[in-house]
């Protein structure tokens, strides 16, 4: 049974960036069973879907994420790590990461194939001075 937890700093600093772990277990991260993605919660909002990575370490970003997100993957730790650039207070949310199907185009269908998929307990992320 696959298992995820993820990890940050909890509080970083507007323009930094951040890094997020996500460790698995039960699994390879390099299983060609799941892709592997990010999805937040800000205070107030729905889920979003940040981006996933693949067995081929293929990369997908959601366009409001895309251009300051990073994927990466480590098979001899079996983590999954996250980057994101140039934070604001509006990246202030808790970050799960999700093992699931994938790949899918629009962001709506990346969620909506998530739903009910192994998902860790989350981290909480505050960006503030």
């Known amino acids: 049974q696959v298992q995820l937890v993820e990890s940050g700093p909890g509080l970083v600093k507007p323009s930094e960036t951040l890094f997020l772990t996500c460790a698995v277990s039960?699994?390879?991260?390099?299983?060609?069973?799941?892709?592997w993605s990010w999805i937040r919660q800000s205070p107030g909002k729905g889920l979003e879907w940040m981006g996933a990575?693949?067995?081929?370490?293929?990369?997908y970003f959601s366009p409001r994420f895309r251009g300051r997100t990073f994927l990466s993957r480590e098979a001899s730790t079996n983590h999954i790590t996250l980057r994101l650039s140039s934070v604001t207070p509006e990246d202030t949310a808790v970050y799960y990461c999700?093992?699931?199907?994938?790949?899918?185009?629009?962001?709506?269908?990346?969620?909506?194939?998530?739903?009910?998929?192994?998902r860790g307990p989350g981290t909480q992320v505050t960006v503030s001075a």
């Open positions: 999700v093992a699931g199907p994938g790949p899918y185009g629009p962001d709506s269908h990346w969620l909506d194939a998530l739903q009910g998929r192994p």
């Open positions: 990575i693949g067995y081929q370490e293929n990369t």
């Open positions: 039960g699994v390879s991260v390099t299983t060609t069973q799941y892709y």
